[in-house]
């Protein structure tokens, strides 16, 4: 499975958007980028994926350059309850896979007042 | 909240001991996942089963075993424990066995004294 780069930390102003980059260089074709956060020892939150295409739901948006090799998660209006570890993950789809995720260290994001 | 439901929420026991986790998937939902977080290895894949069948296995120890039961539910089995199986234990649910977002539970915390 392709390996991600994410910051350690990133702060954010409430109310303002975080974007929170990953690095994903050696991807494949067939793999997706998904995005989960944890919350305070909470168990990991889904959050989206894409596989090249730019992607939004009610939580947040997903652009994945046209190389495939990097992501941003963006949070359009970042609020407290945002703070959380944020990981970035690849994983493949081919019915010859699993479902597994495979957890980085992820990206501590503080959203402060 | 998930849909994901885990028991119990916290467990001690002693050493040596062993102890069982529960977990029942969202409605509908035909794979379940075992994941272990501990403060020095971060988020663990451990095992997986799909409609009752092992389907993968991560870093899970010879001292553990799971099994996905008729209903769907599964039970995570922890023998012989030591210190360091002192960790959240979290289950996941996905409605197929590759595809497709997980949903976690809240997980259980488990002391080994």
């Known amino acids: 499975d392709a390996k991600t780069t994410q910051p350690t930390s990133m702060d954010c102003a409430e109310g303002r958007a975080a974007n929170l980059p990953c690095n994903h260089s050696?991807?494949?074709?067939?793999?997706?980028v998904y995005w989960y956060r944890q919350i305070h020892s909470q168990g990991p939150q889904y959050i989206i994926h894409g596989l090249k295409n730019n992607e939004t739901n009610e939580m947040a948006s997903l652009i994945i350059t046209e190389d495939r090799k990097s992501s941003t998660l963006i949070l359009p209006h970042a609020t407290l309850r945002d703070t959380a570890v944020y990981y970035c993950i690849v994983k493949p789809q081919g019915s010859s896979n699993t479902g597994k995720l495979i957890f980085g260290q992820g990206t501590t994001l503080q959203v402060k007042p | 909240d998930s849909g994901v439901t885990q028991t119990p929420k916290h467990l001690i026991t002693a050493t040596g001991q062993r102890v069982t986790l529960r977990c029942s998937p969202r409605?509908?939902?035909?794979?379940v996942y075992w994941y272990q977080q501990s403060l020095d290895q971060g988020l663990q894949f451990l095992i997986q089963y799909y409609n009752g069948e092992e389907r993968a296995k991560g870093n899970i120890l010879e001292r553990f075993s799971a099994q996905q039961f008729p209903d769907l539910h599964s039970e995570l089995n922890l023998s012989s424990l030591e210190l360091g199986d002192s960790a959240l234990y979290f289950c996941a649910s996905s409605q197929m066995g590759v595809m497709g977002e997980q949903y976690f539970g809240p997980g259980t915390r488990l002391t080994v004294t």
């Open positions: 409605s509908g939902d035909l794979s």
């Open positions: 050696t991807i494949s074709g067939n793999e997706y």
